[in-house]
């Protein structure tokens, strides 16, 4: 079974920066594209963030770009989100995923003060 864990979520001011990390406890971890995505309250799942093909390739939410910045490294097993600027809409539960595979980490609360 893989197990997929978030880190470093918080409180923090609006402007203020957080990075998200998201460990893998298998090395095949390195085959799979990774994206990271939140669910504020009453709302929907949203993709934030993806990243395949090495790293090579990444893609955003429109709502989150050049603020965040998604990386991975595959000697670590280990996914990142760097969050600046951060903005009180960023509040939400924020997750990585292994996709296609399945697999979701349980979640890290980010939770931006205006």
């Known amino acids: 079974q893989v197990q997929l864990v978030e880190s470093g979520g918080g409180l923090v001011q609006a402007g203020g920066s957080l990075r998200l990390s998201c460990a893998a406890s298998?090395?095949?971890?390195?085959?799979?594209?990774m994206g990271w995505h939140r669910q504020a309250p009453g709302k929907m799942r949203e993709m934030v963030a993806i990243i395949l093909d090495g790293g090579i390739i990444t893609n955003y939410a429109d709502s989150v770009k050049g603020r965040f910045t998604i990386s991975r490294d595959d000697a670590k097993n280990t996914v990142y989100l760097q969050m600046n600027n951060l903005k009180p809409e960023d509040t939400a539960v924020y997750y990585c995923?292994?996709?296609?595979?399945?697999?979701w980490g349980q979640g890290t609360q980010v939770t931006v003060s205006s």
């Open positions: 298998t090395s095949i971890f390195r085959i799979y594209a």
């Open positions: 995923e292994m996709i296609g595979a399945g697999y």
